[in-house]
């Protein structure tokens, strides 16, 4: 079993910053491949970004390329999400997620089992 546990979120106005944290706990020899998601107000969960092969390999939405940067910290078994020149489109709920092993795509909803509960992302025009 793993534990996801983001921090980070909050309101911003459009162009600026922010760093999400998810700090993985429990049986971390599941979390290699690790993610965040987000999900607007009646849109489906979406792949922004995800990290894996020990944190050499990243794949990123087209829509945050050049703005989002993934991280591991695999000491602190801790992946952060910078978010620079943040949009009011960006607006959404930020979830981490954790899988042992992906048989497609790294930013499908449907290859991860472990997810955490989230932190909100507001940004303003």
């Known amino acids: 079993q793993v534990q996801l546990e983001e921090s980070g979120g909050g309101s911003v106005q459009a162009g600026g910053s922010l760093r999400l944290s998810c700090a993985a706990s429990?049986?971390?020899?599941?979390?290699?491949?690790m993610a965040w998601f987000r999900q607007a107000p009646g849109k489906e969960r979406e792949g922004v970004a995800a990290i894996y092969d020990g944190g050499i390999s990243t794949n990123y939405a087209d829509s945050v390329k050049g703005r989002f940067t993934i991280s591991r910290d695999n000491a602190k078994n801790t992946v952060y999400l910078q978010m620079n020149n943040l949009k009011p489109e960006d607006t959404a709920m930020y979830y981490c997620a954790a899988a042992s092993w992906v048989a497609g795509g790294p930013l499908m909803v449907r290859w991860y089992s472990y997810w955490g509960q989230g932190t909100q992302v507001t940004v303003s025009s």
């Open positions: 429990g049986y971390t020899a599941s979390t290699n491949f």
